[in-house]
């Protein structure tokens, strides 16, 4: 009994170890490279919707009267992280600042002083931006204080939707951003490649995404 029992357990013989092995090896070398371009893709994504909605709450707080003017700021560090923050002014120092004609409204970068709110709120992201330095832009209620300055007033117009736009954030990858002189192209001429995503705004505080085809930006 025990001899047939013996007889009935049977291991892997090494061919079959081998031929298992073989099998997990491809299987992984496969799987792997598309799991970190989803990886990729979802950080980015992830990036691109805590940027709009950082726009779309400072100026909620815009139209709540929290605050009289807020800026989005946007500073690279290097090419492997980017850190955004956004900030606001009250009232009082709105009043001041239009009622004293030897005071100018502007959109400042400045890390003390000016802004009531330094961190309205923060956060930083290992992604890259199209912009290789600070760059911020600025709303009012209204819309008419509306403004840029630093790396971000010097943006481009390009084809956004079948229309010509110069007030966005580009996000990309660390590695795209290293392998084309430190920053995100804006088209597949200056070396922007998938994935990539585009945070668009208006004046009003409107924001649009939208994400990078390899030719063109469609709508995410």
């Known amino acids: 009994m025990q001899a047939l029992q013996d007889r009935d357990i049977k291991g892997f013989t090494l061919l079959e170890l081998l031929v298992v092995i073989t099998i997990v090896a491809i299987v992984s070398a496969v799987g792997y490279p598309n ?18 909605a950082m726009i779309t709450n400072i100026n909620t707080q815009l139209q709540r009267g929290n605050f009289q003017y807020v800026q989005l700021q946007i500073r690279p560090i290097g090419t492997t992280e980017t850190n955004f923050y956004s900030k606001g002014m009250y009232q009082d120092t709105f009043s001041d ?42 709303f009012s209620k209204d819309g008419s204080k509306f403004k ?50 585009l945070v668009l705004w208006s004046r009003f505080g409107t924001v649009k995404k939208y994400k990078w085809s390899g030719n063109d930006w469609t709508t995410q």
């Open 35 to 52: 799991f970190m371009d989803w990886r990729e893709d979802r950080e980015l994504r992830a990036a691109t919707e805590k940027v709009g």
């Open 97 to 138: 600042i239009i009622g004293d004609s030897n005071k100018t409204l502007d959109c400042r970068l400045v890390n003390s002083g000016y802004w009531d709110e330094h961190k309205v709120e923060e956060t930083t992201k290992a992604v890259s931006v199209h912009i290789n330095g600070d760059g911020s832009v600025c």
């Open 148 to 197: 840029t300055s630093g790396k971000l007033d010097s943006n481009i117009n390009i084809k956004i939707a079948e229309q010509t736009k110069d007030d966005y954030v580009i996000i990309c990858t660390t590695s795209n951003a290293k392998n084309s002189g430190g920053k995100c192209g804006v088209n597949k001429a200056s070396g922007l490649e998938k994935p990539a995503y």
